[in-house]
């Protein structure tokens, strides 16, 4: 598993991580969620040894990443898609990964099939790839050592819905397999389908952590309405706890019955009332990093 321990990480005066903790376990997929600037790509480095934290440490199985006598053998790690040399075809890059890492050279032909990219296109060179391609290439570059652990950062950039659909259903499998997954995306979609628990971070500190479906259960009652004024101000007075995620919408802490008579007595008109855990990621991410957000987008309501 992957253990991130009170880490924290400071660049000058600026605070990139602060006191960060959680846990990706094996046979499971971890969503890693939050604004950009977060946090995400600063902690998922420190995993993997290339950002020394100021304090705490991470580990993967029980070592940190710099003590894993062969890494790739045992975790597989994508944070840039684009970090890969132009110049060298496909088939090379693998074949140097495969070489290095010491294993079979089967493993170059098995990856590329694996990964959908035919003989020409292992053939080209990088810098024809498209972004999607590049990532393909590098899902196959960190899975051709079999490790048990995948550290992906927006693995799904740049592929097509199809793309999508593959790269769901390989890391699906993989964690059903045992194996540990920690994956950072924009596709908050893509992330409620095929996580299993989410960690949200916000100006460098875990704002939320836990399976995912108890933290959508927990959401609460969605209510939208063009009064949604009148109707935070009567929840209130009724002693109801509500959370804008919106222009026109609220979470309430309290069940639909009881949010319903509350806007039937103040005559507010609803335009929506129902469970909010119907309503999915994109809201509780939106409440939950309100106050963190660079711009009125999130992260993958675009996508």
Known sequence: MIEVTSVSMRYGAFQALDDVSFTARPGRVTGFLGPNGAGKSTTMRVVVGLTPPTAGYATVGGRRYADLPNPGREVGVLLDASAQHAGRTGREVLTIAQRTLGVPAGRVEAMLDLVSLTRAEAGRRVRNYSLGMRQRLGIATALIGDPSVLILDE?????????????????????????????????????????????????????????????????????????????????????????????????????????????????????????????????????????????????????
Request: glycine share 10%.
């Open 155 to 303: 693995p799904a950039n740049g592929l097509d819905p199809a793309g999508i659909r593959w790269m769901r259903d390989l890391l699906r499998d993989y964690a059903d397999r045992g194996g540990t997954v920690l994956l950072s995306s924009h596709l908050l979609h893509e992330i409620e389908v095929v996580a299993d628990d989410l960690v949200v971070i916000g100006h460098g500190r875990i704002i939320a952590q836990g399976a995912k479906e108890e933290l959508l259960a927990a959401a609460g009652t969605l209510v939208r309405t063009p009064e949604v004024a009148t109707l935070a101000q009567a929840l209130a007075d009724a002693g109801l706890v509500a959370h804008a995620c919106g222009p026109d919408a609220l979470r309430v802490e309290g069940d639909p019955r009881h949010v319903g008579l509350v806007a039937l007595t103040a005559g507010v008109p609803l335009e929506e009332l129902r469970p909010a855990e119907g309503a999915g990621l994109e809201e509780m991410f939106l409440e939950l990093t309100s106050d963190s957000q660079r711009d009125t987008t999130p992260e993958g309501a675009a996508a």
